[in-house]
C-alpha cells in the first residue's frame, strides 16, 4: 500500500487549505481512508475519515464543521477541504488505510483507530500562523 499526500503548506489563521491523498495498491474492497494529524507535542488524532464502500464519513470533534473529506473516485483521490484553519491545526497530517469498514467509519476514525491502520503516507506539513 503507498500513500501520497500533497497541499499542505504555510496559510495564515482563517483561510484554507485542501489536502490530497493518493492511495494506491490496495487490494481489498472494505476500507476507508482516513486522515490525522499529530500537534507538536501531542499524540496522533484522527481528523476525518471516508468510506471507500459507501462514502460514510466521520470527523474528530474538534473539526466542528470546519473540515469537509471527500473522495474523488474517478481520479482516486482523497480530499480534505479545511476551512477557518487556526493555529492549532499546526501539525503533520496523514493519510491512512483503515479497516475493515465492517466496524463502521466511526471506530475506524475513532479512539480505538490504531487497531485498523493498514498503511500510511509519509506526512505532510500544515502550519497555521495566527
Known amino acids: 500500500v503507498q500513500l501520497v499526500e500533497s497541499g499542505g503548506g504555510l496559510v495564515e489563521a482563517g483561510r484554507s487549505l485542501r489536502l490530497s491523498c493518493a492511495p494506491s495498491?490496495?487490494?481489498?474492497?472494505?476500507?476507508?481512508i482516513g486522515w490525522f494529524r499529530e500537534a507538536p507535542g501531542k499524540g496522533r488524532e484522527p481528523v476525518a475519515c471516508?468510506?471507500?464502500?459507501?462514502?460514510?464519513?466521520h470527523y474528530g470533534e474538534f473539526v466542528k464543521g470546519r473540515f469537509t473529506i471527500v473522495n474523488d473516485s474517478a481520479n482516486k483521490t482523497v480530499y480534505l477541504q479545511m476551512n477557518t484553519l487556526s493555529p492549532e491545526d499546526t501539525g503533520v497530517y496523514y493519510c491512512a488505510v483503515q479497516s475493515p469498514t465492517s466496524v463502521g467509519v466511526s471506530v475506524l476514525c475513532g479512539r480505538s483507530w490504531r487497531s485498523y491502520s493498514d498503511g500510511w503516507g509519509q506526512g505532510i506539513q500544515v502550519t497555521v500562523s495566527s
Open positions: 471516508i468510506s471507500d464502500e459507501d462514502g460514510s464519513t
Open positions: 495498491g490496495v487490494t481489498r474492497k472494505d476500507y476507508a
